[in-house]
């Protein structure tokens, strides 16, 4: 009998020592659980996968499971102070997203702040930070469009410039200029009238190269309002 225990044990000893492991390390991960405080573990802002630089969602995640999967009673973690019109919805038990309806404008400041008292989904207090900051900061440029770029940049040269968030044209006529290698200097700039891009845009025709490269990058329609058609809110000049 003893020969047989132990033709067994050699037998099966790999998968012996795996039963044995595998209980072991359930109890280890569910102590680690236990004892782990709940907390925020990526609070930021982005987009909807434009890539254009506009900010349009702010997501929350959590080093937990904070909602059984697939709730849709579920409660929203936090609050904010945007005084914008947005959804917030679970994607999946530990990440909540808050959707704007549309992008944020340049230089807004908002708060995004957790519940009090919220708890996980095993009834854990969430601990840690609980108010996050949302600033968008100032425009940045989504395209740019150079005429005669190709002949080389002339001495006056204009520059048809598209943002993801109106700029303010007394700032970009102070702080703005362009930079030329192998010159140090700043070469300021004229910031020309509201109605030039429009006219640049219209004179270069629906069919141009340059104009639907420009307009697809700036997330401006190929087809520009006739004159005297109601205003299109894409196309802003500033």
């Not at 099966?12 to 492991?21: C, E, H, M, Q």
């Not at 005669?148 to 940049?153: K, N, Q, S």
Request: glycine letters at 12%; one cysteine or more.
């Amino acid at each position: 009998m003893n020969i047989g225990w132990r033709g067994l044990g050699a037998r099966f000893a790999g998968k012996a020592k795996l039963a044995l492991i595998l209980p072991l390390s359930l109890a280890m991960a569910a102590t680690a659980t236990a004892d782990t405080v709940p907390q925020v573990t990526l609070a930021t802002p982005g987009s909807a996968g434009t890539g254009d630089g506009t900010v349009t969602r702010f997501t929350l995640r959590f080093s937990e499971d904070m909602v059984p999967l697939g709730d849709p009673r579920a409660a929203a973690p936090a609050t904010n102070d945007c005084k914008l019109p947005s959804t917030g919805r679970w994607v999946d038990t530990r990440t909540w997203v808050l959707e704007f309806d549309k992008p944020l404008p340049g230089g807004l400041r908002c708060h995004v702040e957790l519940r009090g008292g919220l708890k996980t989904a095993r009834g854990v207090t969430v601990a840690g930070n609980d108010r996050f900051a949302l600033d968008t900061g100032g425009p940045s440029a989504r395209a740019i469009l150079a005429g005669g770029i190709y002949d080389g940049i002339e001495e006056e040269q204009i520059f048809l410039v598209a943002t993801n968030v109106a700029a303010d044209r007394a700032s970009v006529g102070r702080f703005g200029y362009c930079a030329v290698d192998g010159i140090g200097e700043k070469i300021p700039l004229d910031v020309l009238p509201r109605a030039t891009a429009t006219e640049i845009l219209t004179g270069l025709g629906e069919n141009n190269w340059s104009r639907q490269s420009f307009t697809s990058d700036a997330g401006l329609p190929q087809r520009l309002p006739a004159a005297g058609a109601p205003a299109n809110t894409d196309l802003v000049p500033v």
